[in-house]
């Protein structure tokens, strides 16, 4: 059975999907068989991997509301070796639809049930949230990867979401880690982001990745290309920051 990891902060603009779909190339490159599944109603990690949004004809909201096997919704990419589960700016709606379904909490993990075995990682986008979308994603991973970005204010978010883990943990996914926190956006040149890194990693300990993610131009321009930075910009600071990340998640699975 596979790895299924929700990358999640309710904070927007930290990293998040960025993170989520340089983690599945990532490990596609290695050799994963991955899937991405992106559950966040902007759809940037669609976008991210080409797709055009708005020219999505069954999107994640297919499976999650309209008994769709989540099968019959995956786009290949370019890359063999990695899958995607659409999203689309309908998904939105998913949050008031599924308020009245039973089990509303279960759709995704119900929905990824058919397909985790064909897949040695699932890496789940979350929307900057902690609505039922999010939850979802919770209820249906295995860990967490939470991308801090190297700030104040999303340093301050951490507890809200750490609150939100742990309710999941206690009501719906018992098994629910925290499997690694990572920082983003990094300006080595700026006192701030020294001590957000000192005071994430005294918090964390070793749950805090020894990769940190530099500011990249790079890593901007890549979406707007339709490519992951692994096709745009390898050898970029991104680009290795993010092989690294990749090498040090199967790393921590090989233990």
Known sequence: MGHVYALANQKGGVGKTTTAVSLADGLAIRGQRTLLIDVDPQANATSSLGFDKHHIERSLYAALLQDVPLRDILLPTPRPQLALAPSAPTLAGAEVDLVSELGREYRLRDALAAVRDDYDYVIIDCPPS????????????????????????????LAMLMQTIELVRRRLNPRLTIQGVMMTMYDGRTNLAQQVVGEVRDHFGARLFSTIVPRSVRLSEAPSFGRTIFQYAPSSPGGVAYARLADELLARDSR
């Open 130 to 157: 902690l609505g039922l979308l999010t939850i979802n994603a919770l209820a249906a991973a295995d860990g967490v990867i939470i991308p801090v970005q190297c700030e104040y204010l999303p340093l301050e978010g």
